[in-house]
């Protein structure tokens, strides 16, 4: 299985003023995810592929910029930046969209999408996380990319309208909002029986909403270590008004507090939706909502990472 060799020819001078992508480039030492990557052949028989690591790099580009594999292609092409962040000199050829799409099958294939996530988090929480002390979870739901997909359901809501697709679980740091834990599943399947897919190894304190209550996310926190913080929807209280009154003073305090520190866990899904285009998968089928979701948060946690170096 024979890549492509890439980015041989001189290369155009580095732009005085460096680019966001160059911070980015170099969060994380990119040869594990290389490594990993070299099993990937994702080109026609008898053709050598491109290599892995540059293709990668350019779905995450993909992400970050809300292309499909046609624009993604013509910005590959064009955009300087895009090239040097993907390996590519100024006048060398890049990848037709096809190769996009043969990448992804040879990713799922191999089901590296969750080893490269992993992988990338990892390094990302060594640089950024200092002190673990809580989890945020929750959970959102992403439309399917066609109302045919039959392993997508429907999400109804008390106040929206019902959507047809896939509900994401994810769990964040509750100080950095980088995600460590997701998984995907129907949109019909309840947040709280699918919550402890979203727990990473040592969570802490987790915060979540009310769907979370109950003794089965509850336990799956505790069995790891952690603290349960989850909204109530009601106390018990004596018959008396001042006593219902004063219970009801109890728990709008108490929520408030787990609100205030549960609400990070919007922007993510914000970002996401607001700046990424995930408000739809892009591909059919379940297989490949975790991809997206996991292209998604890796984009994402690159992204955040490099804001609280730059801030911090």
Request: with cysteine.
């Amino acid at each position: 299985m024979a890549h492509r060799r890439i980015g041989q020819e001189a290369l155009f001078p580095r732009e005085s003023r460096r680019s966001s992508l160059d911070e980015i480039a170099d969060l994380i030492d990119w040869s594990p995810i290389e490594a990993r990557l070299s099993v990937v052949y994702a080109a026609p028989r008898g053709e050598a592929s491109w290599p892995p690591l540059a293709l990668f790099r350019a779905l995450l580009l993909a992400v970050w910029h809300d292309l499909s594999d046609v624009r993604l292609a013509e910005a590959l092409e064009d955009r300087a930046s895009f090239r040097r962040f993907c390996g590519f000199a100024r006048t060398e050829a890049t990848p037709e969209r096809t190769a996009f799409v043969r990448f992804r099958r040879e990713l799922l294939r191999h089901g590296l999408d969750q080893t490269l996530f992993d992988l990338i988090t990892a390094q990302l929480r060594r640089r950024a996380v200092q002190v673990k002390t809580g989890t945020l979870v929750d959970a959102s739901v992403v439309g399917a990319a066609r109302r045919d997909d039959a392993e997508a359901g429907w999400a109804g809501h008390s106040r929206r309208k019902a959507v047809h697709g896939y509900k994401v679980h994810v769990g964040a740091d509750a100080d950095t909002a980088l995600v460590e834990q997701l998984a995907v599943t129907p949109g019909n399947v309840h947040d709280g029986n699918h919550g402890e897919s979203a727990l990473p190894p040592d969570p802490g304190e987790v915060y979540a909403d009310s769907a979370y209550r109950g003794r089965r996310f509850a336990a799956a926190v505790q069995a790891r270590g952690g603290t349960p913080r989850i909204a109530a929807v009601g106390v018990w209280a004596q018959p008396d008004p001042a006593s219902q009154r004063e219970a009801e003073r109890w728990l709008a305090e108490r929520n408030r507090s787990i609100h205030r520190i549960r609400a990070r866990v919007e922007k993510i899904f914000g970002t996401w939706k607001r700046s990424y285009g995930f408000r739809r998968m892009r591909w059919r089928g379940l297989a490949n909502a975790h991809l997206q979701a996991r292209l998604t948060a890796t984009a994402y946690n690159l992204t955040r990472t490099a804001n609280l170096l730059t801030t911090g």
